[in-house]
Protein backbone atom coordinates (compact mmCIF):
# COMPACT_ATOMS: atom_id res chain seq x y z
CA UNK A 1 0.00 0.00 0.00
CA UNK A 2 0.65 3.35 -0.74
CA UNK A 3 -0.49 6.88 1.01
CA UNK A 4 -0.46 10.12 -0.83
CA UNK A 5 -0.62 13.88 0.90
CA UNK A 6 -0.99 16.57 -0.62
CA UNK A 7 -0.59 20.10 -0.24
CA UNK A 8 0.34 23.83 -0.91
CA UNK A 9 -2.55 24.38 -2.43
CA UNK A 10 -4.37 27.77 -2.15
CA UNK A 11 -5.46 31.20 -3.74
CA UNK A 12 -2.75 32.99 -6.30
CA UNK A 13 -3.53 35.83 -8.78
CA UNK A 14 -2.94 35.41 -12.15
CA UNK A 15 1.04 35.24 -12.97
CA UNK A 16 1.88 33.79 -9.54
CA UNK A 17 3.21 30.92 -8.34
CA UNK A 18 2.46 27.83 -6.11
CA UNK A 19 4.00 24.82 -4.87
CA UNK A 20 2.72 21.95 -4.55
CA UNK A 21 4.22 18.79 -2.20
CA UNK A 22 3.14 15.10 -2.48
CA UNK A 23 4.57 12.86 0.40
CA UNK A 24 4.51 9.28 0.25
CA UNK A 25 4.11 6.68 2.62
CA UNK A 26 3.86 2.87 2.63
CA UNK A 27 6.68 1.27 0.50
CA UNK A 28 9.77 2.52 -1.74
CA UNK A 29 8.77 4.18 -4.75
CA UNK A 30 11.71 3.08 -6.36
CA UNK A 31 10.05 1.84 -9.05
CA UNK A 32 7.06 3.49 -9.31
CA UNK A 33 5.88 6.14 -11.95
CA UNK A 34 4.36 9.71 -10.33
CA UNK A 35 2.21 11.76 -11.65
CA UNK A 36 0.00 15.19 -10.99
CA UNK A 37 -3.77 15.35 -12.16
CA UNK A 38 -5.92 18.23 -12.24
CA UNK A 39 -9.87 18.50 -12.11
CA UNK A 40 -11.34 21.32 -13.01
CA UNK A 41 -15.12 21.93 -12.08
CA UNK A 42 -17.52 20.62 -14.83
CA UNK A 43 -14.51 18.27 -16.22
CA UNK A 44 -12.62 15.38 -16.63
CA UNK A 45 -9.27 14.59 -14.63
CA UNK A 46 -6.84 15.01 -16.62
CA UNK A 47 -2.81 14.61 -16.67
CA UNK A 48 -0.67 17.47 -15.86
CA UNK A 49 2.72 16.16 -15.27
CA UNK A 50 5.05 12.99 -14.10
CA UNK A 51 7.95 11.80 -13.01
CA UNK A 52 9.67 8.36 -13.10
CA UNK A 53 10.76 7.99 -9.35
CA UNK A 54 14.04 6.01 -10.38
CA UNK A 55 15.53 7.77 -13.91
CA UNK A 56 13.98 11.18 -12.91
CA UNK A 57 12.80 11.53 -16.54
CA UNK A 58 9.89 14.19 -16.54
CA UNK A 59 7.05 14.63 -19.12
CA UNK A 60 4.26 17.35 -19.23
CA UNK A 61 1.14 18.33 -20.42
CA UNK A 62 1.15 20.74 -23.50
CA UNK A 63 -0.96 23.53 -21.29
CA UNK A 64 1.71 23.41 -18.57
CA UNK A 65 4.95 22.68 -20.14
CA UNK A 66 7.14 25.99 -19.99
CA UNK A 67 5.48 27.25 -16.47
CA UNK A 68 4.81 24.00 -14.24
CA UNK A 69 8.38 21.68 -12.81
CA UNK A 70 8.35 17.96 -11.48
CA UNK A 71 10.69 16.99 -9.31
CA UNK A 72 11.00 14.66 -6.47
CA UNK A 73 13.30 14.03 -3.55
CA UNK A 74 14.18 10.85 -1.98
CA UNK A 75 15.21 11.82 0.95
CA UNK A 76 11.97 12.80 2.13
CA UNK A 77 9.78 10.55 -0.34
CA UNK A 78 7.47 13.77 -1.85
CA UNK A 79 7.49 14.55 -5.20
CA UNK A 80 6.64 18.32 -6.06
CA UNK A 81 4.97 20.53 -8.69
CA UNK A 82 6.41 23.94 -9.07
CA UNK A 83 3.69 26.06 -10.83
CA UNK A 84 5.45 29.52 -12.66
CA UNK A 85 2.55 31.68 -14.47
CA UNK A 86 -0.60 31.06 -13.11
CA UNK A 87 -2.91 31.39 -15.41
CA UNK A 88 -7.28 31.13 -14.25
CA UNK A 89 -7.40 28.06 -16.60
CA UNK A 90 -5.20 26.17 -14.47
CA UNK A 91 -7.86 26.15 -11.51
CA UNK A 92 -8.78 23.06 -10.38
CA UNK A 93 -8.59 20.40 -7.79
CA UNK A 94 -5.04 19.09 -7.75
CA UNK A 95 -4.18 15.15 -7.26
CA UNK A 96 -1.11 13.37 -7.04
CA UNK A 97 -0.89 9.61 -8.16
CA UNK A 98 1.11 6.53 -8.36
CA UNK A 99 1.58 4.09 -11.13
CA UNK A 100 2.28 0.64 -9.68
CA UNK A 101 4.67 -1.06 -12.14
CA UNK A 102 2.84 -4.64 -11.75
CA UNK A 103 -0.64 -3.57 -12.75
CA UNK A 104 0.42 0.16 -15.00
CA UNK A 105 -2.19 1.52 -13.47
CA UNK A 106 -2.44 4.58 -11.49
CA UNK A 107 -3.84 2.64 -8.00
CA UNK A 108 -2.89 5.32 -5.53
CA UNK A 109 -4.18 8.67 -5.15
CA UNK A 110 -4.17 11.37 -2.58
CA UNK A 111 -6.81 13.57 -1.21
CA UNK A 112 -6.23 16.38 -3.59
CA UNK A 113 -5.31 19.97 -2.81
CA UNK A 114 -7.29 22.93 -4.81
CA UNK A 115 -6.10 26.02 -6.55
CA UNK A 116 -7.38 28.86 -7.40
CA UNK A 117 -6.21 31.51 -9.79
CA UNK A 118 -8.16 34.24 -9.24
CA UNK A 119 -7.70 38.64 -9.35
Known amino acids: QVQLVESGGGLVQPGGSLRLSCAAS????????MAWFRQAPGKEREFAAA????????YYADSVKGRFTISRDNAKNTVYLQMNSLKPEDTAVYYC????????????WGQGTQVTVSS
Open 97 to 108: GARTPDTGRYDY
Open 26 to 33: GRTLRNYF
Open 51 to 58: ISWSAGNT
